[in-house]
């Protein structure tokens, strides 16, 4: 290759170069923040705790820093590692990025995909996604189910299922698209000002409380991850529904408290329909993935929906808020 003349090439001091950061080095120290331990990223990545303190080390000796700092009973992110976890964040960003880029175009996809999804989160976050998905490749043929019963891949004949939490079944196969999302309590405007904002978590039983019910299971416990440990908090109220997205209507409605994904509620955050309670990120984890039976299921078409979802929750969760909600004089960020 020729370099113009007056364009000489600029050699690279290599002498002065850390060592080569892994990308699954930093995708274990982003998942390690996120979560707050080794063992608890090493579950979300599929590998084990021994792993991923490794992968810690090998990122620290590149780096040459302390990115956590280390006790007998607890981790906690170091100085150095908290001003180095948005580059690391925007590094892992930009490759998938990067990836869906080149692929674009790269395969003519098309055929059906059969896909399950609950109902708050596919009628209200995922349908408008899905429709510009397929603005994009029209030779895709989408089939929905729309339900929060857990659909079943072999008698309900799906591709793919979008849910929620951890997986029961280990022989399924879940690829993450919001592994950090959490659970929030809030309520509308309306409702504060009428009945007012609870001050502690158990101020929650003195307030009405909507309850959610599947496989005929009530959630009447609602579970929080505090500093000092995991807290449950027993809950009542005067409704029930199966379908969550009628629950959260019921709480734009001023009807009483929910804990429901922030995913599923962040529009309404944004729109003050909705304000946060307890914004402090106590919520209970709610990863959000994409599950299929097996391995031979990813087709193309699949794993181009997937890199797809995944860039759309990360541009929702990276979103600034358009502005904030006071409640009773306490100042509350809308996410």
């Known amino acids: 290759m020729r370099y113009a003349e007056n364009r000489p090439f600029k050699r690279i001091n290599f002498s002065v170069m850390k060592k080569i950061v892994r990308l699954d080095d930093l995708q274990v120290f982003v998942t390690t923040v996120k979560l707050g331990s080794f063992s608890a990223a090493a579950r979300l990545l599929d590998t084990s705790p021994a792993f991923a303190s490794s992968a810690i080390q090998r990122l620290e000796t590149g780096l040459g820093v302390r990115l956590f700092v280390r006790s007998t009973r607890r981790l906690r992110v170091s100085e150095d590692g908290e001003r180095y976890l948005p580059y690391a964040e925007a590094a892992l960003t930009a490759m998938t990025g990067g990836e869906m880029a080149l692929d674009e175009g790269r395969i003519d996809i098309s055929g059906p995909i059969r896909l399950s999804m609950p109902s708050d989160l596919g009628r209200n976050v995922l349908l408008p996604w899905l429709n510009e998905f397929q603005k994009e490749h029209p030779r895709i043929q989408l089939q929905l189910r729309i339900s929060d019963q857990i659909a079943d891949f072999f ?35 309306e409702y504060v000002a009428r009945c007012g904002a609870p001050e502690t978590l158990e101020d929650l039983a003195k ?20 500093p000092e440990g995991i807290k449950t908090v027993a809950i009542t109220g005067d409704r029930i529904s199966d379908d969550a997205d009628v629950v959260r209507r019921w709480g734009v409605a001023g009807a009483g408290i929910l804990y429901k994904s922030r995913i599923d509620v962040s529009a309404d955050l944004r729109a003050g329909n909705l304000v946060e309670l ?58």
């Open 278 to 335: 307890f914004p402090g990120g106590i919520g209970q984890p709610a990863p959000l993935q994409m599950v299929c039976a097996h391995r031979h299921s990813l087709t193309p078409a699949i794993q181009k929906l997937r890199t797809f979802l995944a860039m759309k929750c990360d541009e929702m969760q990276m979103r600034p808020a358009d502005g904030v909600n006071d409640v009773e004089g306490k100042t509350v960020l809308t996410e």
């Open 155 to 189: 008698t309900d004949q799906i591709d793919v299922s979008i849910r929620y939490g951890q997986l029961a079944d280990s022989s399924l196969i879940a690829l993450p698209l919001a592994p950090y999302n959490t659970r929030t309590v809030c309520a509308s405007p």
């Open 207 to 226: 307030h009405n409380c909507l309850r959610f019910v599947m496989s005929e299971q009530t959630y009447e416990r609602w579970t929080f991850h505090l």
